[in-house]
């Protein structure tokens, strides 16, 4: 099947601030030659932008498929195939839209935890799946993280949703271009959604749990560019969190540039404290 990372539909949430999250409805788009085995996407997420037809959101969410397409298509529940064409055997009852055509469209309510396969059973090869996980309630953030290499000395403010807490201690180590983040207790949560902004970490590429190198999604688009979404998954064991980037804090930030400054005032000293010997 033809799947790819998705992204969670949360961004304007973690935007905003913290309270409560609320069920809430996603749209994806059946674009205009959809029909078409060639055509190159056959979904169009319109919050996102994603074109995978996979989409992860929290129980009570709904989503609607909207044809924007000429022909007639169907949203029909599937067991998982893996990379092979889904068949009718496939099909498991779960929802099924029937026939809809252009400008009609078919939601449906997600109240149960799992992952949802569907596809179109007019043209199989468009296919995806809904990620529907716990709801880990409300915005939590974490204050002044590397406020010991920013110019201001305030630091970045990096935002997160999960149900435990994360350490207001993150470890920042420039050298190895990475943030650690350690849970203060047990998440009962499979993800970890979290922002961080771009000044603090460049374009996230690694992500470590406990040690193990893990695949994540991410969005980098976020906040007119300014932030990056990750999200990483965890188990009820999970405590530490490691982030690698392609660039960690300005190379010069507050704390460079003191141990700098220090630098040079030392020589100057000792420069001119051999110069008066001399003389």
């Known amino acids: 099947m033809k799947f790819a990372l998705a992204v969670l539909p949360v961004l304007a949430i973690l935007m905003v601030g913290s309270g409560l999250a609320f069920a809430e409805n996603y749209e994806i788009k059946i674009p205009s030659g959809a029909s078409d085995e060639n055509f190159p996407y056959f979904w169009s997420q319109k919050d996102t932008g994603e074109t995978s037809g996979i989409i992860t959101v929290f129980q009570g969410d709904t989503v609607t498929w909207s044809n924007a397409d000429t022909a007639f298509h169907t949203i029909t529940s599937i067991n998982p195939t893996g990379e092979r064409t889904p068949t009718p055997d496939d099909e498991n009852g779960l ?84 943030l650690t983040f350690t849970l203060t207790g047990e998440s009962n949560n499979e993800h ?67 141990i700098l400054g220090i630098g040079i005032f030392s020589s100057l000293f000792l420069i001119r404290s051999k110069l008066s010997l001399i003389r």
Request: charged share 20%; with cysteine.
């Open 95 to 178: 929802f099924d839209s029937g026939f809809f055509t252009a400008g009609k469209s078919f939601t449906h309510q997600f109240d149960d935890l799992g992952d949802f396969y569907y596809y179109c059973t007019l043209h199989p090869w468009m296919n995806g799946v809904v990620h529907v996980v716990l709801d880990p309630g409300s915005v939590k953030s974490i204050d002044g993280v590397a406020s010991g290499y920013t110019d201001d000395g305030l630091g970045f403010e990096v935002k997160y949703f999960l149900d435990a807490y994360l350490a207001s201690a993150v470890h920042v180590n420039p050298d190895e271009k990475t």
């Open 192 to 258: 970890l959604t979290i922002t961080l902004p771009r000044e603090l970490i460049d374009n996230p590429t690694t992500v470590w749990v406990d040690g193990n190198m893990v695949e994540f999604e991410s969005d980098s688009t976020i906040s007119d560019n300014t932030a990056t979404q990750l999200v990483i998954p965890l188990d009820n064991t999970s405590r530490e969190i490691k982030i690698m980037g392609s660039n960690v804090i300005p190379e010069f930030g507050f704390l460079a540039m003191s």
